[in-house]
C-alpha cells in the first residue's frame, strides 16, 4: 500500500525499478518455446539501448543467436561479445535466412526504421521487443499494433518504467477514484531540440558503416556526421525529439491512468481528437526548441473528457502544484478529489497533492495489476506463455501516435482533428498528409 509522500521523503525517494503487468489480452504464441525453454533472439540495431537490451536478454539466460547492424563500429562490441551469434548488416537477409531458428526479435535502430523491421519481424511470426517511441510516424504506429493484433505475437515497448510498482500503483489510485474525475493532466520535459539546417558536406561514409541500410525507408541524402551515432533524435527525417524520445516515457502514468487506449477501440465513441501546437518556431529539419501541445481528449466510457497539455521546455502553471517544488520533467494528473505528480522522466516515483491532505495516507483500492522485477523479464516470460506484458503495441501504439500528434501539430496553423478510429486527420489536409511519408522503394510495411 502507499506509503507517506512527505516532501522530503519525496524528494529523496530513489527511483525504485519493479513492477508487473496488467492483463489485457491472451497471450498466444507464434514459434512458440515451451515454458522452461530458452528464446532464440535476434537484435536489429545492437549499439547503443539495442545492447543494453540484449545483455538484459542474455543475463536472463536466452540464447542470442543473430545480430544485424548497420554500424559495423558502433556494433563491434557485441559481436566480440557475443561471437556464437550470427552476424548480418540487412535484416532482411537475417530473417530469411535464419527465420526458423528465431523465436523472438529485438528492435533498437533509429526510430525512423522501427516500423519496417518490427514489422518484417511480426509478420513472420517472431515475438517482438521494440525500443520507443514505438514509431517515426503516426501510421506506423498504427500499422504496429494492427500487424500485433492479427499475427498474435507478443509485444513490448521499451518504456522500462512501466515495470515499476509504484507505477502501477500510481495508476491503480487513479482507477481506483483516489483523485476523483480527472478533468485536466500535463507531461512536460525539460529538454529540447531546435532548428536545423541540413548540412551541405557530402563527406566520405566511413567503411564501417552501410548508410544506404541506415537510412532505409528515409528520403536519401548524402551522408553525414552530423546525423549519427546519437544526434539523430534532432532530425525529423530520423528522430522523434523530445516530445516523442520521452513522451512514451514521462507521458506513461498520464496515458495509463486516464485509459486512453480506449480511443483507439472499435467500439469507441466519440473518436475525434483534437489539437494545437504553439511551437517557438517551425523548421522542417528539425525541432522547435520549445511547444506546447494542448490536446482535447474526449471521453471513454464513463470516464470524462480530459485537457492535456503536452510541454517541451516549457511548464504548466504553478498554481496547479498545491505549493509543492516543481521540476524540469513532469507528470500531473489533477482530479476533483486530488492531483497525482510524477517528477521523474520514466515515472518511476510520485506523490498525492495537496500534501497536507494525503500526509500519511495509506489507503486506496486494493492492488489489481499484477507485479514484476524487469520489464524484460515480464516480455520473456510472456513470450513463453507466462503472463501478459504490461506495455504491449496495442498500448504503446496509441502513445505514440498520441505523441507523434504532437510533433505533427507544430508544423502547421490551427487546430486539427485526428479520427482515432479511421487514422485520418478531417479537417487539415496538409496535417492529414504528414501522417505518414512516402518510402524509398525497396521499403513498405
Request: proline share 7%; hydrophobic share 35%; charged share 20%.
Amino acid at each position: 500500500m502507499m506509503q507517506s509522500s512527505s516532501r522530503r521523503a519525496f524528494l529523496r525517494r530513489s527511483v525504485i525499478s519493479g513492477g508487473s503487468l496488467l492483463l489485457l489480452s491472451s497471450s498466444r504464441l507464434a514459434f512458440a518455446a515451451a515454458a522452461n525453454d530458452r528464446l532464440n533472439i535476434a537484435g536489429i540495431g545492437v549499439g547503443g539501448r539495442g545492447a543494453d537490451n540484449l545483455n538484459e536478454f542474455a543475463n536472463l539466460g536466452q540464447n542470442l543467436v543473430a545480430f544485424s547492424d548497420v554500424d559495423e563500429e558502433r556494433a563491434g562490441g557485441m559481436f566480440q561479445r557475443y561471437p556464437k551469434a550470427r552476424v548480418f548488416r540487412d535484416y532482411r537477409r537475417m530473417l530469411d535466412q535464419m527465420g526458423r531458428d528465431i523465436d523472438a526479435v529485438m528492435v533498437g535502430t533509429p526510430d525512423h526504421t522501427h516500423a519496417v523491421a518490427a514489422v518484417a519481424a511480426m509478420r513472420q511470426g517472431k515475438h517482438v521487443y521494440c525500443e520507443k517511441p514505438l514509431t517515426r510516424t503516426v501510421r506506423e504506429a498504427r500499422v504496429m499494433r494492427e500487424t500485433a493484433a492479427k499475427t498474435g505475437v507478443v509485444t513490448q515497448m521499451g518504456n522500462q518504467g512501466s515495470a515499476t510498482s509504484n507505477l502501477r500503483r500510481a495508476v491503480e489510485l487513479a482507477w481506483g477514484g483516489v483523485l476523483g474525475e480527472i478533468r485536466e493532466a500535463h507531461v512536460w520535459f525539460d529538454g529540447g531540440n531546435g532548428p536545423l539546417d541540413r548540412p551541405s558536406e557530402t563527406p566520405p561514409v566511413p567503411p564501417t558503416l552501410e548508410w544506404d541500410l541506415w537510412l532505409g525507408p528515409a528520403a536519401w541524402r548524402p551522408y553525414h556526421p552530423s546525423y549519427l551515432p546519437g544526434s539523430w533524435r534532432g532530425w525529423r527525417a530520423f528522430g522523434s525529439g523530445i516530445v516523442g524520445d520521452f513522451g512514451c516515457h514521462t507521458g506513461n502514468i498520464m496515458f495509463r491512468a486516464l485509459q486512453l487506449e480506449r480511443l483507439w477501440e472499435p467500439s469507441a465513441s466519440p473518436t475525434i481528437i483534437g489539437v494545437q501546437a504553439f511551437p517557438s518556431e517551425v523548421n522542417p529539419e528539425g525541432y522547435p526548441v520549445s511547444s506546447r501541445a494542448m490536446f482535447d481528449l474526449p471521453a471513454r466510457g464513463d470516464l470524462p473528457p480530459v485537457r492535456l497539455g503536452v510541454h517541451a521546455k516549457q511548464k504548466p502553471s504553478e498554481d496547479l502544484m498545491h505549493g509543492f517544488p516543481q521540476a524540469g520533467w513532469g507528470d500531473l494528473l489533477v482530479g476533483s478529489k486530488g492531483t497525482l505528480y510524477s517528477e521523474c522522466p520514466w515515472n518511476t516515483r510520485y506523490v498525492l497533492l495537496p500534501e497536507e491532505k494525503f500526509d500519511g495516507f495509506k489507503g486506496g483500492p486494493e492492488p489489481t495489476i499484477p507485479r514484476t522485477d524487469s520489464h524484460h523479464r515480464e516480455w520473456v516470460d510472456a513470450c513463453k506463455g507466462r503472463g501478459r506484458t504490461f506495455s504491449p503495441f496495442a498500448i504503446g501504439g496509441p502513445l505514440t501516435e498520441l505523441m507523434q500528434l504532437a510533433n505533427l501539430a507544430a508544423l502547421v496553423e490551427g487546430r486539427i482533428e485526428y479520427d482515432t478510429i479511421t487514422g485520418r486527420i478531417r479537417n487539415h489536409e496538409q496535417a492529414d498528409a504528414l501522417l505518414h511519408r512516402t518510402y524509398r522503394q525497396g521499403w513498405s510495411i
